[in-house]
């Protein structure tokens, strides 16, 4: 089965720097979802990934995924105490529509 | 309004006793699934259902049975409840299209079983 496995698990970060999440696979990686849990939360949807060498942004984040590698890595621009939070990425199988999700990275960012 | 609601948000319970955690979804998604997180595990897929018939266990669901209502019902059932269930429970709906479809997620249900 696949297993997810992100780095670091956590992040501690001074306001405006920037900062880089990655999610490793132990296997291909046909779709890898980025999602976003404020603690105690419910998960929010930040970007889906499907080919390699895909790149997507939405405000400050970008995701990349790396198909060789069987990785993505997530990478945020000048944080804001806003971005602060659980990230976890998750991947589903060829043809699947079950995800399997990393253990999570816990990003606290200092003013 | 939320598209995908859980109710209770909080429980505190007793070991042995019998739990349903409920959830229902204004999406319209013929998917739905049932997940646990605990700190450093992320979330582990217990039940999911593509539709209404259609019940599969996920990757743990020793200890958990659930009932698809309806489309937009679907109940996690703890039968006796033990303190190791203890965790922060969530729902979740996708839809059936082709190709890969992102899942969203409810507000989350933290059990505690004491």
């Known amino acids: 089965s696949q297993e997810l496995e992100q780095s670091p698990q956590s992040l501690i970060v001074q306001e405006g720097k920037n900062l880089t999440i990655n999610c490793t696979s132990s296997?291909?990686?046909?779709?890898l979802y980025w999602y976003k849990q404020k603690y105690g939360e419910g998960l929010i949807f930040l970007m889906m990934l499907q080919k390699g060498g895909e790149e997507k942004s939405h405000e400050k984040i970008t995701a990349k995924l790396d198909e060789k590698k069987q990785q993505s890595s997530l990478h945020i621009t000048a944080s804001q105490p806003s971005h602060a939070g659980i990230y976890l990425c998750?991947?589903?199988?060829?043809?699947?529509?079950?995800?399997?999700f990393g253990q999570g990275t816990r990003l606290t960012i200092n003013p | 309004d939320a598209d995908v609601t859980q109710t209770p948000r909080n429980r505190i319970t007793k070991t042995g006793k019998r739990i349903m955690l409920e959830c229902s979804q204004t999406?319209?998604?013929?998917?739905m699934y049932w997940y646990r997180q605990d700190p450093g595990l992320g979330l582990r897929l217990i039940y999911y259902s593509f539709d209404v018939k259609d019940i599969n266990k996920g990757e743990i669901s020793d200890g958990y049975s659930v009932s698809r209502q309806a489309q937009a019902k679907f109940s996690l059932s703890l039968e006796s409840a033990i303190p190791n269930q203890t965790a922060l429970y969530f729902c979740?709906?996708?839809?059936?299209?082709?190709?890969?479809?992102?899942?969203?997620f409810g507000p989350g249900t933290r059990l505690t079983v004491l």
């Open positions: 296997k291909t990686l046909y779709g």
């Open positions: 979740a709906t996708s839809d059936s299209g082709q190709g890969r479809v992102k899942q969203f």
């Open positions: 999406k319209g998604h013929d998917r």
């Open positions: 998750g991947a589903d199988g060829q043809g699947a529509q079950k995800l399997v």
